[in-house]
């Protein structure tokens, strides 16, 4: 059984679309996140959910919004996709929200926008 | 504010050789540290993580690190790499009372035969 799984693993758009990336974990964790990984392979957090609660929301443009209907999903909407939006995005969850938490990671989407 | 150090970018090893992927950090206290493995085209999979206690921890796939407070770096090492371990390597630092990971730069690892 996959522990975090994303859909799509590959979405191709033109700029300007709007897309949604899914996230799914089944390890009962309380927190989930999303990460961009961009084409140097720097992951940066985008966004921590707690429990159906947005808790982190780094420096990401408000076209970005992700929404967790429950613990175990944690959606990505994003709305007029520009060029730099080509990335991969992982999701991830955790256990709780303390401190050298594991961090489990999805297979991530690979975003191309043209 | 941590920040994470892997000053090699690229790191071509024969196979049956070993291996050791450097990593500083920095940051006010001691941190939790955690190396993850990328393999081509797939997420983030955790190698080993330290907290406290015995400074050289024991990972999975024969990998072990060592924490060194006074050089601040959590090295990777494993002393016989085999064909599979090719894949991108992230040094992750989180503090004890955050759960915000922060990232290095990773260190690509190829493996010739």
């Known amino acids: 059984d996959t522990a975090v799984s994303q859909t799509p693993k590959y979405l191709v758009t033109q700029m300007g679309n709007d897309k949604s990336i899914k996230c799914e974990q089944n390890l009962g964790h309380d927190t989930m996140y999303w990460y961009k990984q961009d084409s140097k392979k720097f992951l940066k957090i985008m966004f921590s959910?707690?429990?159906?609660?947005?808790?982190i929301n780094e420096t990401v443009p408000n076209r970005f919004s992700p929404k967790s209907p429950d613990k175990a999903h944690l959606n990505l909407h994003i709305n007029s996709l520009e060029l730099g939006d080509s990335a991969v995005y992982f999701c991830?969850?955790?256990?709780?929200?303390?401190?050298?938490?594991?961090?489990?990671f999805g297979p991530g989407t690979r975003l191309l926008v043209l | 504010a941590q920040s994470v150090t892997q000053p090699d970018i690229h790191i071509t090893v024969s196979e049956g050789a070993s291996l050791e992927l450097r990593c500083n950090y920095s940051?006010?206290?001691?941190?939790?540290l955690f190396w993850y493995v990328q393999s081509p085209g797939q997420g983030l999979q955790l190698l080993l993580k330290?907290?406290?206690?015995?400074?050289l921890v024991q990972g999975i796939k024969g990998f072990e690190a060592e924490f060194k407070r006074s050089q601040s770096s959590f090295n990777l090492r494993k002393p016989s790499v085999h064909w599979s371990d090719a894949a991108e390597y992230f040094c992750a630092v989180g503090p004890f009372n955050d759960y915000k990971l922060s990232f290095g730069a990773g260190t690509t690892v190829t493996v010739r035969a």
């Open positions: 940051y006010g206290a001691t941190p939790y």
């Open positions: 991830a969850s955790s256990l709780g929200q303390g401190g050298g938490e594991t961090q489990y």
């Open positions: 959910y707690n429990n159906k609660e947005l808790i």
């Open positions: 330290y907290f406290s206690g015995d400074t």
